[in-house]
Nanobody
Framework: EVHIVESGGGLVQAGGSLRLSCAAS????????IGWFRQAPGKEREGVSC????????SYADSVKGRFTVSMDNAKNTVYLQMNSLEPEDTAVYYC??????????????????????WGQGTRVTVSP
């Protein structure tokens, strides 16, 4: 079983940056795809980004392309979400999720929550105007 812990959330002004971390224990990320999701107040959870542990390929939601960057440190078994040019609309609880294999990347189903087996507890990001 994979245990996931997110960190790095906080309060930031619009235009600022934050880096979220997703650390895993129990297995390595090599054979997994790791997704970032977020849930804003009163809204459904949505996919933000995904990275393949196999080859490092990445995917992004249109709303964050060019502003967010997902990366992986295999040695630390940690995935990062660098968030730049933050906007109030980015305010949400951000979740890291893991699924075995990289099919979600290949088949472009990475935004589907049901594809993921393990979820973190979430970290809150608040962007003030």
């Amino acid at each position: 079983e994979v245990h996931i812990v997110e960190s790095g959330g906080g309060l930031v002004q619009a235009g600022g940056s934050l880096r979220l971390s997703c650390a895993a224990s129990g297995d390595t990320f090599d054979d997994y795809a790791i997704g970032w999701f977020r849930q804003a107040p009163g809204k459904e959870r949505e996919g933000v980004s995904c990275i393949s542990g196999h080859d490092g390929s990445t995917s992004y939601a249109d709303s964050v392309k060019g502003r967010f960057t997902v990366s992986m440190d295999n040695a630390k078994n940690t995935v990062y979400l660098q968030m730049n040019s933050l906007e109030p609309e980015d305010t949400a609880v951000y979740y890291c999720a893991v699924t075995f294999g990289t099919r979600v990347v290949v088949e472009d189903t990475w935004t589907e929550e049901d594809e993921y087996s393990y979820w973190g507890q979430g970290t809150r990001v608040t962007v003030s105007p």
